[in-house]
């Protein structure tokens, strides 16, 4: 079942800009993570973020993770057109083992 | 170098034949999976193992089958009962434990069948 629910489905923006990407989810976590793809390739690991941080970075990536909304929120800073790429959430949930269950994904593009 | 290799990249195959697609990963995990991407959707998982010998279902089971002989090895076969089989597939592997783990993708296997 698909558990992430990820807005906006599509986002354009002016390289410099900044890109937000929200994810919501429906059970309970043990962690959430970010993943990108870009076209036509497999998923490439960003950032993960544990049900009990509020808030992680990695490089121009910024995660935020509200566990009482159920949802999290990645903001890549001064994008790039080499950000263009689909991304995706995905949560494991509590008691599920190793799986994980994506989102939809949004896809970003950066316009020079 | 480390990581998972997905083969054909491209595969073409007529409707009623099965069709195995290969995944191999040298990066001595002991969990691998298997997810299915249709246009505009998210990953759904198909199949998963933890660890040689075992694997269960995941959410679209049907139609499908995979066998774990080898910890390196996790081919997944597209049977003639799965209904809509064209799809972009991939392949992924991880290190168990508790709670879930950062997950290595292949670069995936694009299967169309007519």
């Known amino acids: 079942s698909q558990q992430g629910e990820e807005d906006p489905q599509a986002l354009s923006i002016q390289e410099g800009e900044n890109a937000t990407m929200n994810c919501s989810y429906k059970?309970?976590?043990?962690?959430l993570q970010w993943y990108r793809q870009n076209s036509g390739r497999g998923l490439v690991h960003l950032i993960l973020?544990?049900?009990?941080?509020r808030e992680k970075h990695s490089g121009r990536l910024r995660v935020t993770l509200d566990t009482s909304k159920k949802s999290s929120s990645l903001l890549i800073t001064a994008s790039r057109a080499a950000d263009t790429a689909s991304y995706f959430c995905?949560?494991?949930?509590?008691?599920?083992?190793?799986?994980?269950?994506f989102g939809t994904g949004t896809q970003l593009k950066v316009e020079l | 170098d480390g990581g998972i290799t997905q083969s054909p990249k491209y595969l073409f195959r007529k409707e009623g034949q099965n069709v195995t697609l290969s995944c191999e990963q040298n990066?001595?995990?002991?969990?691998m999976y298997w997810y299915r991407q249709d246009p505009g959707q998210g990953l759904r998982l198909i199949y998963y193992?933890?660890?040689?010998?075992?694997?269960q279902k995941g959410d679209i089971a049907e139609g499908y089958s995979v066998s774990r002989e080898k910890k390196e090895s996790f081919p997944l076969t597209v049977t003639s009962a799965q209904k809509n089989p064209t799809a972009f597939y991939l392949c992924?592997?991880?290190?168990?434990?508790?709670?879930?783990?950062?997950?290595?993708f292949g670069p995936g296997t694009r299967l169309t069948v007519t």
């Open positions: 992924a592997s991880s290190i168990p434990g508790q709670g879930s783990r950062e997950q290595y």
């Open positions: 973020i544990r049900s009990n941080e």
């Open positions: 059970t309970s976590i043990n962690n």
């Open positions: 990066l001595n995990h002991d969990a």
């Open positions: 193992s933890q660890i040689v010998n075992d694997f």
């Open positions: 995905a949560t494991g949930a509590t008691g599920g083992g190793n799986k994980l269950t």
